[in-house]
């Protein structure tokens, strides 16, 4: 049996359902779908996601990324994002590994492994890349480690140690580099991040933003949007609307309450962004969720 069949094997064995499966292993992940999603917008968080059977998109601002078996997605910081499971059947589900990244691991990496200093320009936050036979025998070798988990108190931190590494001497490795830089731009932007993430419900100006990430207003705008691929207002946005769907889904806030509660002065202005994004109003969008919500399935 090849690695990405035995991959796939264990995946499915630890993952007796639909929906995402948190397991014994610090920061491991692993994800099934039976059928394909409906898109679910979400706040990604640092992380390579490894899919061995099925296909998905994620939309990033106007970017669209497409991967699979052949392609892994890798993401470097916090960042709104519309996934989607578009590949999926009962036979054969969806299933994705998801490693959430340790900046003190890809810094300890960086300094140890003689890469050469990473570039402090920005480069964007999300990308995907050919899977390379070693990336996936790690991942093979980690996800196996759940049945010894004895073994695993040892060996897992190694394990997640050469993935990491093979990400940095990969195609991505500027891309994951730059979380090692501790005054890069991405360090910058993330702590305007942030930011934006405390306040997403109130109004502000990018020059606000700007002070607290220590930048000026025009350079915080121009390098928020290579490495997120939207602007701090548009991130905003995304947060209030995933924040709204999920008043309305899982609390049974109406409409017009989660659009105020987020944010919105106008309940028209809310609706209309909502439907914009999820493709129908508020309380139709939910109502469709909760009938069907093994499609809730994010990534």
């Not at 499971?85 to 003689?114: F, H, N, Q």
């Not at 501790?182 to 702590?191: E, G, K, P, V, Y």
């Not at 109130?202 to 020059?207: A, G, H, N, Y």
């Not at 290579?226 to 806030?253: C, D, F, G, H």
Request: aromatic share 6%.
């Amino acid at each position: 049996m090849d690695a990405r069949s035995d991959l796939a094997r264990l995946i499915e064995r630890f993952t007796a359902s639909d929906g995402v499966h948190e397991t014994a292993l610090p920061r491991v992940v692993l994800i099934r779908a039976s059928t394909p999603t409906e898109p679910l917008l979400a706040l990604h968080e640092p992380a390579v996601c490894l899919i061995v059977q099925g296909r998905k998109q994620v939309l990033v601002g106007d970017a669209a990324y497409i991967y699979d078996r052949e392609k892994y997605l890798v993401v470097s910081v916090d960042v709104p994002v519309i996934g989607q499971v578009i590949e999926a059947t009962p036979e054969e589900p969806y299933l994705c590994l998801r490693l959430d990244i340790d900046p003190s691991v890809v810094s300890a990496l960086v300094m140890e492994g003689k890469m050469g200093p990473p570039r402090r320009e920005p480069v964007g936050g999300v990308a995907v890349s050919p899977v390379t036979p070693a990336l996936l025998d790690a991942a093979r070798r980690l996800v196996a480690l759940l049945d010894t988990p004895k073994e695993a108190a040892v060996l897992a931190p190694l394990v997640e140690r050469e993935i990491l590494y093979r990400l940095l001497t990969g195609d991505q490795g500027q891309r994951l580099a730059q979380i090692a830089i501790a005054d890069s731009r991405l360090h910058q932007i993330n702590r305007a991040i942030s930011w934006i993430k405390m306040n997403f419900s109130r109004p502000f100006s990018v020059e606000n933003v700007a002070s607290e990430a220590g930048m000026s207003a025009s350079a915080l705008h121009q390098h928020f949007k290579t490495i997120t691929a939207m602007s701090p207002l548009q991130y905003q946005k995304q947060l209030r609307l995933q924040e709204a769907r999920r008043l309305i889904v899982a609390q049974n806030m109406d409409a017009a309450s989660a659009g105020h509660a987020v944010g919105y002065d106008s309940p028209s202005q809310f609706s209309r962004e909502y439907r914009r994004v999820f493709g129908a109003p508020p309380l139709r969008d939910a109502a469709r969720l909760r009938a069907t919500p093994g499609t809730l399935v994010p990534a």
